[in-house]
């Protein structure tokens, strides 16, 4: 399978969202941890999406989008929210990673989280965190792409049937590429 993966602008975003929708529902009701319970209605899932695209419209946040290269199905998505205090601007989140069903194990987490970091870089983000329930099928990703485990919080939320589970913190330090990033948004680069 072909895929493309792109970061969205917000007028693409915006047509994409019964598409957007339709995966979030899709993954929630087969039980992703993604702050929503099952069953996820479409108003629901329709109203995060609108949330999304005015967060991306406000900015920092952007959008990476997974489709299908001949049909143009969005197959999943991540979103990096770049931390917006001056204390923080080294610094992003890696949200609400969502892969459909029918397409994992494809390598798409991958490649997503690969454009996300191709990202995160080119805006000067030198550090990347996100959290995941402990056990998800996601973890292997992320450890086999260089994230690091920080810590464990038992019964952090619910998972999409409603039990609780305990939430796993990871970072990913992007390394020198990133560090040489940042010095280039300083207002005296010495390049």
Known sequence: MSIIVSALPV?????????????????????????FLAPLSPEGATAYWQEVVQDLEAGPRLLLVARHAETNEVLGTVQLDPATRPNGLHRAEVAKMMVHSKARRQGIGRQ?????????????????????????????????MGYQRAGRIPDYARSSDGTLHATVVYYKLLGAEAESSTAALSPNPSK
Not at 23 to 32: E, I, S
Not at 117 to 143: C, K, N, S, W
């Open 112 to 144: 997503l989280l690969q454009a996300l970091e191709t990202q995160a870089r080119q805006l000067g983000r030198t550090t990347l965190v996100l959290d995941t329930r402990e056990g998800d099928v996601a973890e292997p990703l992320y450890q086999g």
């Open 11 to 35: 007028s693409e975003a915006s047509a994409l969202i019964p598409q957007l929708a339709g995966l979030l529902q899709h993954v929630v009701d087969g039980g992703a941890a993604l702050g």
